[in-house]
Nanobody
Framework: QVQLVESGGGLVQAGGSLRLSCAAS????????????MGWFRQVPGKEREFVAA????????YYTNSVKGRFTISRDNAENTVYLQMNSLKPDDTALYYC????????????????????WGQGTQVTVSS
């Protein structure tokens, strides 16, 4: 079974930075990691899980929700089977449980931000930004 393990969350003051990591722990998945679209979502209690960023598997295209553009950067290291989310200039509104997700499909701007487009999910890592 595919497992995605997030790390790097924590408590940070507004304006600070964090880097989240998501590693593929399953051996089979690791061998094909480069074939997956990787995404980050976040969720706060009482709200739906929302799209944050994604990185395509072939073109290297990146996608971001408007609220994080210019502040967050998604990247991947296929050799290490890991995807990262560098978060700068953090705001209290960025406080959420952040989830890593993987999709085996070819996604585009019309569906890269949909939860239903992703096949595998991690357990989440908490990010708390204090004002």
């Amino acid at each position: 079974q595919v497992q995605l393990v997030e790390s790097g969350g924590g408590l940070v003051q507004a304006g600070g930075s964090l880097r989240l990591s998501c590693a593929a722990s399953d051996r089979t998945f690791s061998r094909t990691f480069s074939r997956y679209v990787m995404g980050w979502f976040r969720q706060v209690p009482g709200k739906e899980r929302e799209f944050v960023a994604a990185l395509s598997r072939i073109t290297g295209n990146t996608y971001y929700t408007n609220s994080v553009k210019g502040r967050f950067t998604i990247s991947r290291d296929n050799a290490e089977n890991t995807v990262y989310l560098q978060m700068n200039s953090l705001k209290p509104d960025d406080t959420a449980l952040y989830y890593c997700a993987a999709s085996s499909r070819t996604l585009s701007t019309s569906d890269v931000d949909r939860r239903s487009s992703y096949d595998y999910w991690g357990q989440g890592t908490q990010v708390t930004v204090s004002s």
